[in-house]
């Protein structure tokens, strides 16, 4: 069965200092995995996503994430964090075999930003 | 705006009722998808379009849950005697076709229901 996990209900970071966001995920075969953002009254919004080549992805708002097969994980990060980043992550995955269209969302962690 | 759109955007409910959600998709798109997600959770797959076919259903759509997709645009989820564990957020979203199982999802700002 596939699953993901985000171990972190929150995470705290100070502004300009690098974030994390972690992720890690079970699928039976070999995943696509995607983290969107959720701001305050407004809907999920993609921000990237890894279907194969660089393990290392760009996304939008500079945030980039980092596939690693043998641990499993996609670990969201930036930078330089900006108290504008302050929202709700969430780690999807979505299994990659033919009709695989149903896609697994962690928890979420809710990441604060203090200036 | 030319987004995911749904209606309504909160509905308030007494338990026993019937309720219906509608959800626009990017027009260009022939996927749709239904989640559920409540306080403290990730979004829960309830079931998937493609145009007008429903292709894959979660367990978690009991018989009390009905969708459509008529034409291959917009969708209606339909919660029949509704009970209050069905309180939830209510989300939609769509996709483009290609490379299917690799594209990003767009979503609704969702259905806020209340069931008392």
């Known amino acids: 069965a596939q699953s993901v996990a985000q171990p972190e209900d929150q995470v705290n970071v100070a502004e300009g200092n690098p974030l994390t966001v972690k992720c890690t995920y079970s699928?039976?075969?070999?995943?696509?995995l995607f983290w969107y953002v959720q701001y305050p009254n407004r809907g999920l919004q993609f921000l990237l996503k890894?279907?194969?080549?660089?393990?290392l992805v760009k996304g939008s708002y500079g945030f980039e994430a980092e596939f690693n097969k043998s641990q499993t994980s996609f670990h969201l990060k930036k930078p330089s964090a900006l108290v504008s980043d302050s929202a709700l992550y969430f780690c999807?995955?979505?299994?990659?075999?033919?009709?695989?269209?149903?896609?697994?969302f962690g928890a979420g962690t809710r990441l604060f930003v203090k200036a | 705006d030319t987004g995911v759109s749904q209606d309504p955007r909160h509905k308030i409910t007494k338990r026993g009722q019937n309720v219906t959600f509608r959800c626009d998709p990017i027009?260009?798109?022939?996927?749709l998808y239904w989640y559920r997600q409540t306080l403290g959770q990730g979004p829960e797959f309830l079931t998937y379009?493609?145009?007008?076919?429903?292709?894959?259903k979660s367990r978690l759509l009991s018989d009390r849950f009905s969708a459509e997709r008529p034409k291959g645009s917009f969708s209606t989820l339909e919660i029949q005697r509704t009970e209050q564990g069905d309180s939830a957020m209510y989300l939609c979203?769509?996709?483009?076709?290609?490379?299917?199982?690799?594209?990003?999802?767009?979503f609704g700002p969702g259905t806020r229901l209340t069931v008392t």
């Open positions: 379009f493609q145009n007008e076919a429903q292709l894959e």
């Open positions: 890894y279907i194969t080549g660089d393990n």
């Open positions: 999807a995955v979505r299994d990659r075999r033919a009709g695989g269209f149903k896609t697994i």
């Open positions: 979203a769509s996709s483009l076709a290609g490379l299917a199982s690799a594209n990003e999802q767009y």
């Open positions: 027009s260009e798109h022939n996927r």
């Open positions: 699928v039976s075969g070999n995943p696509y």
